[in-house]
């Protein structure tokens, strides 16, 4: 790791088999790999054309991905693909010898349950990669159980452990604001934030850090601490879905599984989210894919109850009943509390921790 004040005087690029920039600026070798040797600048009068460079293409392929696997948040997409011309924009520079210093690429995803963030965030990943800006398009997730210890002594340990494995990549914290608790001023998730503050800044060349969580609790994390807030510049927000998109999103699910909803499974299935979308705890997206599981558990009790040969047809296609089977259906569980309604349909509630 880089000593406390060392900053580098241009942006570090890693490419696997190219030079890659050091703490230094200058070239570091990377294990397994020859020996770095000087990138040639490009003359003043040269023109670099972005499109013919084999690693625009390859940003442009997790570009491609991220608008085809997930529905709606054009705000994301937007701000991903912003973030992506950016570090386009300063790789071409440094090709012409331009100083350019590393833009600080830590980031805040912010957003309910199931709004795709872990999503975006292995995207950005490989967006970071291909750019040369991380070692790997590696992402360790953790939340507050894989950091704070749970005595003195016991928490920098866990917090340097995994800053270490998510090194070169990328340290997605889910649930970032559990790590401070106003009302406890010894709790061992200050010291967390405090590692975090010194890595962030003296590891930037080499770790991406990503800040995920509810936007109401992630805006009240970063107010109590401004130190850690002045780091993030990338706050992203990931809207809710519209009933129409997580119909779009079952509609993917279920065909990436080699299924298909005949034409009353999807009308009943867009009903289904109606109901359920006016109850409690609805995690979008993950919502949608639970559904669709418990959809598929009564299928495979259809077809077993109808004891006789099956086709490909019969193994592919969800019907209305498979859908309507749901208790989410039943007036009488509308009206019950969460508690009261079954197994089948219940949201796991938040963790307290």
Request: hydrophobic share 40%; glycine share 8%.
């Amino acid at each position: 790791m880089s000593s406390p004040g060392q900053r580098p005087p241009g942006f570090g690029f890693y490419r696997p088999g190219q030079p890659s920039a050091g703490p230094a600026g200058g070239a570091a070798a990377v294990e397994g790999e020859p020996a770095n040797q000087e990138q040639q600048v490009l003359p003043e009068g040269a023109e670099l054309d972005l499109d013919a460079d084999g690693v625009s293409a390859q940003v442009e392929q997790s570009l491609a991905s991220v608008e085809t696997d997930l529905v709606g948040l054009a705000g994301v997409k937007r701000r991903v693909r912003e973030i992506a011309a950016l570090l386009l924009v300063d790789r071409a520079r440094l090709q012409f010898g331009l100083e350019t210093s590393r833009p600080t690429l830590h980031m805040s995803f912010t957003g309910g349950p199931g709004t795709g963030k872990t999503t975006v965030a292995l995207r950005m990943a490989e967006i970071l990669h291909a750019l040369g800006c991380i070692r790997t398009p590696r992402v360790h997730t953790v939340t507050r159980d894989d950091l704070v210890g749970q005595y003195i002594g016991h928490t920098a340990p866990k917090t340097k452990e995994a800053i270490a494995r998510a090194a070169g990549g990328v340290l997605f914290i889910d649930e970032a604001y559990y790590l401070h608790r106003a009302d406890n001023e010894r709790d061992y998730g200050q010291e967390v934030i405090e590692i975090l503050l010194a890595e962030m800044e003296n590891e930037r060349a080499s770790l991406v850090v990503i800040f995920a969580g509810y936007p109401d609790r992630m805006r009240t994390f970063f107010s109590a601490n401004p130190g850690l807030s002045s780091r993030v510049p990338h706050h992203i927000g990931f809207e809710d879905y519209s009933h129409e998109e997580l119909v779009q999103i079952a509609e993917k699910m279920v065909a990436r599984e080699n299924f298909r909803f005949d034409a009353a499974a999807r009308r009943a299935f867009a009903e289904y989210l109606t109901h359920r979308m006016a109850q409690p705890r609805f995690s979008n997206g993950r919502s949608v894919r639970n559904a669709i599981e418990r959809t598929r558990l009564r299928q495979a009790r259809r077809l077993v109850e109808l004891h006789r040969p099956l086709t490909r047809d019969d193994l592919i296609t969800l019907t209305a009943d498979d859908v309507y089977g749901s208790s989410v259906f039943d007036a009488a569980t509308e009206d019950r509390t969460v508690g009261d309604r079954t197994a089948e349909d219940r949201e796991p509630a938040p963790q307290v921790r």
